[in-house]
């Protein structure tokens, strides 16, 4: 019954592969995003998908392209991995508030990237 | 911008006693959102509580509290009877109305690393 998941947990690639992690949910929100927390635990907003419609597109790399075939999953795909990704990846989504505000986040787990 | 301020890096606490931790934020929006997030080593991140801009009362979930000064653009989160599981990195996040550039964007600043000695 997990709220937000995501695949996998960790994955270790070499430079230059390309990756996806899966993202679903299952609470019926409408937005979903892509963060990426730093080696300093910085957590910052890659993406940001309403209604398969992006909505946000944070300065990230075109490498970095968010695919959402359906309201609850949005995947990340990242093409020509280079050693400035490893990080963590949270997938996260929120329902909204009846002023139709984004309200708390729910996150999933997490997938720690490490690019060797 | 929307900014989240988090001046602690690091605190400590003994066990059962009472921290509080700092969070500073800035905005021109009079109506969002304010979050505390916790971030065990498990690395999930576990909503603590919320607190709405409009709500004058400040939100209380069991031994988590709020003090949330809206004219001081403060936001600090209060862990009484502190045990041991509640070490961990919290992080505390603004987020604004659905318009406009941010479009809403959960912010967060750097967190602060919570250790509970024994």
């Known amino acids: 019954d997990t709220a937000v998941s995501q695949t996998p947990k960790y994955l270790v690639t070499q430079m230059g592969n390309d990756k996806s992690i899966k993202c679903e949910q299952n609470?019926?929100?409408?937005?979903m995003y892509w963060y990426k927390q730093d080696s300093k635990k910085f957590l910052k907003i890659m993406f940001s998908?309403?209604?398969?419609?992006?909505?946000i597109n944070e300065t990230v790399p075109n490498r970095f392209s968010p695919k959402s075939p359906d309201k609850a999953h949005l995947n990340l795909h990242i093409n020509s991995l280079e050693l400035g990704d490893s990080a963590v990846y949270f997938c996260?989504?929120?329902?909204?508030?009846?002023?139709?505000?984004?309200?708390?986040?729910?996150f999933g787990q997490g997938t720690r990237l490490t690019v060797v | 911008a929307q900014t989240v301020t988090q001046s602690q890096p690091e605190m400590s606490v003994q066990e059962a006693e009472t921290v509080t931790l700092s969070c500073t934020y800035d905005?021109?929006?009079?109506?969002?959102?304010l979050f505390w997030y916790k971030q065990p080593p498990s690395r999930q991140m576990i909503l603590v509580i919320r607190?709405?801009?409009?709500?004058?009362q400040n939100a209380t979930e069991n031994r988590f509290s709020v003090n949330f000064q809206k004219a001081a653009k403060s936001f600090s989160l209060k862990i009484s009877d502190s045990q041991l599981g509640d070490a961990a990195m919290y992080f505390c996040?603004?987020?604004?109305?659905?318009?406009?550039?941010?479009?809403?964007?959960?912010?967060f600043g750097k967190g602060t690393k919570l250790s509970v000695k024994p």
């Open positions: 996260a989504s929120s329902p909204r508030d009846r002023g139709l505000r984004n309200t708390e986040a729910f």
């Open positions: 609470l019926g929100h409408d937005t």
């Open positions: 998908y309403n209604n398969k419609e992006l909505i």
């Open positions: 905005t021109s929006e009079s109506d969002y959102y």
């Open positions: 607190q709405e801009a409009y709500k004058q």
């Open positions: 996040a603004y987020r604004g109305p659905n318009y406009g550039g941010s479009q809403g964007n959960l912010i």
